[in-house]
């Protein structure tokens, strides 16, 4: 079992910059992922991008440029900086975690309870 917990979001303004948390705990992988998603009021819930351990980061191509993953591996905490903000990045933000390499949304067994983000214009 892995347990995930989101913080961080808040209302912004358009232009605005916000970090959102995902501290995780239970059980450790070798080799895992750490996705980012957002759900929109009346839109499918949708990739954002995640990182892979070990390994490198991958992005939607909205968000590419504007949004930065990281993480902190003494904290057992992964970073979603984003940057230029939109109102169209407006949605709740969730983290999953999977083990072994980055798949489709359906593939993350854990997932957080979601951050709102409203970015106003």
């Known amino acids: 079992q892995v347990q995930l917990v989101e913080s961080g979001g808040g209302l912004v303004q358009a232009g605005d910059s916000l970090r959102l948390s995902c501290a995780a705990s239970g059980r450790t992988f070798s080799s895992y992922a750490m996705g980012w998603f957002r759900q929109a009021p009346g839109k499918e819930r949708e990739f954002v991008g995640a990182?892979?351990?070990?390994?490198?980061?991958y992005y939607a191509d909205s968000v590419k440029g504007r949004f930065a993953i990281s993480r902190d591996n003494a904290k057992n905490t992964v970073y979603l900086q984003m940057t230029s903000l939109k109102p169209e990045d407006t949605a709740v933000y969730y983290c999953?975690?999977?083990?072994?390499?980055?798949?489709?949304?359906?593939?993350?067994?854990?997932w957080g309870q979601g951050t709102q983000v409203t970015v106003s214009s």
């Open positions: 990182i892979r351990w070990p390994g490198g980061t």
């Open positions: 999953a975690f999977k083990a072994g390499n980055i798949g489709g949304i359906y593939e993350y067994d854990f």
